[in-house]
């Protein structure tokens, strides 16, 4: 990139990633939840939120078909070396912004991921989320929740077969045999909403040093990589969906 390139302040571009070659749940990104393809509900966050643009990144012509009916822009096609399944995020993420650079000749301040796969999002997470980058001189913040599965009571195998504890905890013995209410809680990367500064994808990382904690509520965070997750997604889909969600894809359907 070059080292020219302009960052417009204050600007946020929200990206959602969909490649075609899921391998757990075939198609899940245009599988259809309360009856649109479930990229949409990622645009729609990004588009009732308000920001300044949303952008997805696909490889896929029918998830890149989905996202621009659901009001995204859909500028390139992503190659499909970064469409395979040892592609990061970063990968992409840099890709997207080295395009920007180059076709548009400037960037965002900061980039909003909005993960096909993590439908349940509230919109107002989004601006909370920026209004955190805004006040202080973070680099990124993540969406969390508390680990529904505590870490210190997971093991690793040796070679010998025997087992030991993942993690210690300082000051206490034999953590993995303690009430959960007497350990540290730990949070869970939900992947509902990662903001992060253009400056610190461009420097090489997808988080940088410092880290802000977005809170969520832990029955809105579904993850789905298989056909059980979907069809919990769809289970709650009634009781968790944002309705500013529901309204603005049925509005789109009616126009």
């Known amino acids: 990139m070059r080292q020219s390139v302009r960052i417009k302040p204050n600007t946020a571009y929200g990206l959602v990633l969909g490649r075609g070659g899921s391998k757990g749940l075939p198609g899940k990104n245009v599988r259809k939840l309360g009856g649109h393809p479930l990229v949409c509900w990622s645009v729609a966050a990004g588009k009732v939120a308000s920001l300044d643009r949303v952008i997805c990144s696909t490889d896929d012509v029918d998830i890149a078909s989905a996202a621009l009916s659901a009001g995204a822009e859909v500028p390139f096609t992503r190659p499909a070396s970064l469409a395979a399944d040892g592609s990061t995020d970063y990968d992409v993420f840099n890709h997207f912004l080295n395009w920007l650079a180059e076709n548009e000749k400037s960037i965002p301040e900061f980039v909003v991921q909005l993960r096909p796969t993590t439908p349940f999002r509230d919109p107002a997470w989004i601006e909370s989320g920026l209004q955190l980058m805004r006040d202080g001189r973070i680099d990124s913040v993540r969406s969390v929740t508390p680990a529904p599965l505590p870490p210190y009571k997971m093991w690793r195998e040796r070679d010998d077969g025997f087992l030991e504890p993942i993690i210690q905890v300082p000051g206490l013995a034999e953590a993995y045999n303690r009430p959960r209410g007497e350990l540290p809680t730990a949070l869970w990367h939900t992947g509902q909403l990662d903001i992060v500064r ?5 420097a090489g990382s997808m988080t940088g040093a410092r880290i802000k ?22 289970i709650c889909f009634d009781q968790i969906m944002p309705s500013s969600l529901i309204r603005y894809l049925q509005e789109l359907s009616n126009d």
Do not use: K, T
């Open 198 to 202: 253009s400056e610190v994808v461009l």
């Open 213 to 234: 904690a977005l809170n969520v509520p832990q029955d809105m965070a579904i993850d789905i990589d298989h056909m059980i997750d979907f069809q919990l997604a769809e």
